[in-house]
């Protein structure tokens, strides 16, 4: 069966609430308390967006995290009373898509949750990309780097295509805030992670980026040129 969202949060009385809330404002939502409990939710159904806590009890969301994407490429915000910059970009680099610390008002995951659902929602378009070695499909959602496929997340998808889109400009990191996150909350730290992470599926070497470059102060530019 098929769920917007599903909650993995071990504190029953905020992930209730929020799960009634998602579902008052058209969200199907589910919740589980536990690794165990989302594994089995899992086997039988597909949710949009996975929020995850970081603190599930006797299990972490880590290590959630870490097993979900064996298997999965589905979203996941990261949901915690963990506020450290170290937890964050932890989350991130281990294949989280975002992260948002509690305390939280429920409008204010809603709407995080309802961006990340739109993002998903709009990558799609038939724009077709190709100079040196990397190829992007953007209406398959394939890229490709000297022939090799290269398996990318569903906002790093996004990222990539708005970066190929308006090659050869600055893109402010405002801009991409609003364009690909569409999300005032997302800071510093979230994109400057999915930046890396693509540079380092692209670039030959991700430490001396020729195609994804950033401009000291403004943002980055896409110079296809480069490749």
């Given at each position: ?105 429920l409008s204010v995951l809603l709407a995080k949750a ?114």
């Amino acid at each position: 069966m098929r769920y917007d969202c599903l909650i993995v949060d071990d504190e029953t009385a905020l992930s209730q609430s929020a799960c009634e809330y998602f579902n008052m404002f058209g969200l199907k939502t589910a919740w589980t308390p536990d690794e165990e409990k989302c594994l089995e939710f899992l086997r039988d159904n597909r949710p949009d967006l996975i929020l995850l806590d970081i603190n599930l009890g006797k299990s972490s969301g880590f290590e959630l995290c870490k097993k979900l994407r064996g298997t999965l490429d589905t979203p996941i915000l990261f949901i915690s009373a963990r506020t450290s910059d170290d937890d964050m970009i932890l989350a991130l680099n281990i294949g989280g898509d975002d992260y948002i610390s509690k305390p939280y008002s429920l409008s204010v995951l809603l709407a995080k949750a309802k961006a990340m659902l739109k993002r998903i929602q709009k990558v799609t378009n038939d724009d077709i990309f190709s100079s040196g070695r990397l190829s992007v499909d953007m209406g398959k959602m394939c890229v490709t780097v000297d022939g090799e496929i290269v398996q990318l997340k569903s906002l790093e998808y996004k990222l990539l295509f708005y970066l190929i889109r308006n090659r050869g400009r600055v893109i402010t990191k405002d801009e991409l805030f609003r364009e690909v996150w569409e999300d005032a909350i997302t800071g510093d730290n979230t994109l400057n992670v999915h930046i890396r992470r693509l540079r380092e599926k692209i670039e030959i070497d991700p430490g001396d980026p020729r195609i994804i470059k950033t401009v000291w102060g403004m943002g980055y530019i896409f110079e296809a040129d480069a490749i």
